[in-house]
């Protein structure tokens, strides 16, 4: 199976996507955790996402694309079950992945659209911390790690992401308004989007999502 997770920055796509894959075991793939490594790590591509993540701005597609035809390609990864985080994020990426899968005579089954609201948006992201390590994703008031400032996982150092500030959020939710939200509609048309409250808390969308996709 293969599912694509839409919604706004901050609806909660990372966290239900590692909710998924322990329940489901799942592949999560996450185009900004696999940038943010990239950046991290100072390659090519890297420098040049650093740019665009930093200001708020979608990384060019033909980049992105070719990162994902490379990762489902390259490490034999298509015939498994998939979560794609974040990607597609425009319509030439939607169109991109359909075309990637029908090749190997795969689709996507359906895209969950986490809806959210403004309000619920700028508390998420200004509130949430991240472990520098492996990645758990924590927020300060509503998932609080057990010991301030250390994830509880793998006693990681959690850091703020420098896009999480309210300048770059802004500009965050206005691409996704202009470039992402349009394609829920090529979903919708092909009958696979599913909406979900991402106002609730984590677990009632866990339920939500698990409920689509065990139906
Ligand atoms: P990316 O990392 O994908 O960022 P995003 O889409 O802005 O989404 P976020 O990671 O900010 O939010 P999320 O929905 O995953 O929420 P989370 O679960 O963390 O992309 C970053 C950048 O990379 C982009 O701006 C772009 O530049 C570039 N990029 C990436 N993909 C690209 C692509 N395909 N094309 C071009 N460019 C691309 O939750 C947020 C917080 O809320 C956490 O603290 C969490 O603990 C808390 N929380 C989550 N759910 C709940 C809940 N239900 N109840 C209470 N708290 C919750």
Redesign the pocket.
Same mark, same amino acid.
Request: proline share 7%.
């Given at each position: 199976m293969k599912i694509v997770?839409l919604? %706004? %920055?901050?609806?909660?796509?990372?966290?239900?996507?590692?909710s998924l894959k322990d329940k489901l075991n799942f592949i999560h793939i996450?185009?900004?955790?696999i940038?943010?490594e990239e950046m991290k790590n100072n390659t090519h591509l890297g420098q040049e996402?650093k740019s665009?993540?930093e200001k708020?701005?979608?990384? %060019?597609?033909e980049l992105?694309t070719r990162l994902i035809e490379n990762k489902l390609l390259s490490n034999g990864l298509i015939g498994k079950d998939i979560m794609f985080?974040?990607?597609?994020?425009?319509q030439n990426?939607a169109e991109d992945l359909d075309r990637i899968l029908s090749e190997k005579n795969m689709c996507v089954d359906y895209a969950l659209y986490?809806k959210a609201s403004l309000s619920v948006i700028i508390k998420?992201?200004t509130?949430?911390?991240?472990c520098r390590n492996c990645g758990a994703?924590?927020?300060i008031i509503?998932?609080p790690p057990k010991k301030d400032g250390i994830c509880d996982k793998c006693s990681g150092e959690l850091y703020q992401?420098a896009?999480?500030n309210e300048e770059t959020i802004k500009n965050?939710m206005d691409?996704?308004n202009q470039s992402t939200a349009p394609i829920l509609e090529f979903y919708e048309k092909q009958n696979k989007l599913k909406v979900l409250n991402?106002?609730?808390?984590?677990a009632?969308?866990l339920k939500a999502a698990l409920g689509i996709l065990n139906g």
């Open positions: 997770l919604g %706004p %920055p901050g609806a909660g796509k990372g966290t239900l996507a590692g996450s185009t900004g955790d940038l943010r996402a665009y993540i708020g701005e979608l990384v %060019p597609d992105v985080d974040g990607f597609p994020r425009t990426q986490l998420r992201l509130g949430r911390r991240v994703l924590y927020h509503n998932m992401r896009d999480d965050r691409v996704y991402a106002d609730e808390g984590a009632e969308v």
